[in-house]
């Protein structure tokens, strides 16, 4: 079973409008933590944003909020006003604690993405 | 200059061949990845490493090995490059703890023909 789903391969927008990037997680550790990276058409990672299992608040970092729903583990990422600028991939990423070999490796499993695209 | 720089950027080379892939980092962290990316298939775990002295396999080591020379230094090498390990290689730096994000480095575009 994947670890990270992302539902939406590709998803348009309108400049200036709001947007949900979907991304549901598995997982039996009680402590994981939420990521979600950028990867513009240059190729490079970018953090936008974290959400921690035990965090009672949403994530908000500038345009991006993180809409966390521990019980339908789901980390939705929210970009308010879209700009241009944010067409992009979009990963959604997952840190167990215990995970892989029970050593807590603290790697990141990585869901396959959202294409989005802003349109003007 | 940036935090953490991979060489070379763009490679091209032939099936057979040994090639290696380095990464360095400024930001003092001890913990070390590489990453493979595949079109429609995300992020994968290559190997990972602690400190120099403890590296791990990770989801998808067969055919590669990895050398931590330093703190701040992390190769990966392919012994016998083939086709299928034609990829967007990533190294990432990350500090202790499962609530710090991970810093990557701008990509290695590797193609093996």
């Known amino acids: 079973a994947q670890k990270i789903t992302q539902t939406q391969p590709g998803m348009f927008v309108q400049e200036k409008e709001a947007v949900t990037l979907d991304c549901t997680y598995d997982t039996s550790d009680p402590s994981y933590g939420l990521f979600w990276y950028k990867q513009p058409s240059s190729g490079e990672m970018i953090f936008l944003i974290y959400?921690?299992?035990?965090?009672?608040q949403n994530a908000t970092e500038g345009r991006y909020s993180l809409n966390f729903q521990k019980a339908r583990k789901s980390a939705n990422l929210v970009i308010s006003a879209s700009q241009l600028g944010d067409s992009a991939m979009y990963f959604c990423a997952m840190r167990e604690v215990t995970a892989y070999s029970g050593a807590g490796s603290y790697q990141l499993t990585f869901g396959k993405g959202t294409k989005l695209s802003v349109i003007p | 200059d940036a935090d953490v720089t991979q060489t070379p950027r763009n490679r091209i080379t032939k099936t057979g061949k040994r090639i290696m892939l380095e990464c360095s980092q400024t930001k003092g962290h001890d913990r070390m990845y590489w990453y493979r990316q595949d079109p429609g298939l995300g992020l994968r775990l290559i190997y990972y490493s602690f400190d120099v002295k403890d590296i791990n396999k990770g989801e998808i080591s067969d055919g590669y090995s990895v050398s931590r020379q330093a703190q701040a230094k992390f190769s990966l090498s392919l012994e016998s490059a083939i086709p299928n390990q034609t990829a967007l290689y990533f190294c990432?730096?990350?500090?202790?703890?499962?609530?710090?994000?991970?810093?990557f480095g701008p990509g290695t575009r590797l193609t093996v023909t």
């Open positions: 959400q921690g299992s035990y965090d009672q």
């Open positions: 990432a730096t990350s500090e202790g703890g499962y609530s710090y994000e991970q810093y």
